[in-house]
């Protein structure tokens, strides 16, 4: 059985979009991919920890498998973190310890990216 809702979060709710995930595995619906939509599975409710991080230069042109976002991906597994999904902007890792070494990005780095990417939906004004 699969369950899509409308992925309405942000760049800038990833720590809500993760307490989302949370939640949802806490009910039995587990994350399948994140795209437009987010597409869960039904799973034995569990407690499951997620962490939802941003790459400095992500976009959703991006390759999903570059040689960059490939070696972030290795570096969060060797922490603990298996990947979930992607959607080039939103990188997924989830981990049933709950011990598990938090992923933490620089926040200057992060302000850069949210910046960078809310930049492209505002509409200048135009003076008359």
């Known amino acids: 059985m699969?369950?899509?809702?409308?992925?309405?979060?942000?760049?800038?709710?990833?720590?809500?979009?993760a307490e989302y995930l949370e939640t949802m595995a806490?009910?039995?619906?587990?994350?399948?991919?994140?795209?437009r939509t987010l597409v869960f599975k039904r799973i034995e409710p569990?407690?499951?920890?997620?962490?939802?991080?941003?790459m400095e230069n992500a976009s959703v042109f991006d390759s999903f498998y570059d040689k960059k976002t490939m070696e972030y991906r290795?570096?969060?597994?060797?922490?603990?973190?298996?990947?979930l999904s992607t959607?080039?902007?939103f990188?997924?890792?989830y981990s049933k310890?709950?011990?598990?070494?938090p992923i933490h990005t620089d926040q200057e780095v992060q302000f850069h990216v949210i910046s960078k990417n809310m930049l492209g939906k505002t509409i200048p004004r135009i003076k008359l």
Do not use: P
């Not at 992925?7 to 979009?17: C, M, P, R």
């Not at 806490?26 to 795209?35: D, N, Q, V």
């Not at 569990?46 to 941003?54: G, S």
């Not at 310890?97 to 070494?101: L, Q, R």
């Open 87 to 89: 959607n080039g902007i």
């Open 26 to 35: 806490e009910a039995g619906w587990m994350l399948e991919s994140i795209k």
């Open 2 to 17: 699969k369950k899509r809702i409308w992925n309405n979060f942000e760049i800038y709710e990833a720590d809500a979009l």
């Open 91 to 93: 990188h997924i890792f």
């Open 46 to 54: 569990q407690k499951i920890k997620f962490t939802v991080d941003i």
């Open 97 to 101: 310890d709950e011990n598990v070494i």
């Open 74 to 83: 290795g570096f969060c597994t060797d922490t603990g973190w298996e990947h």
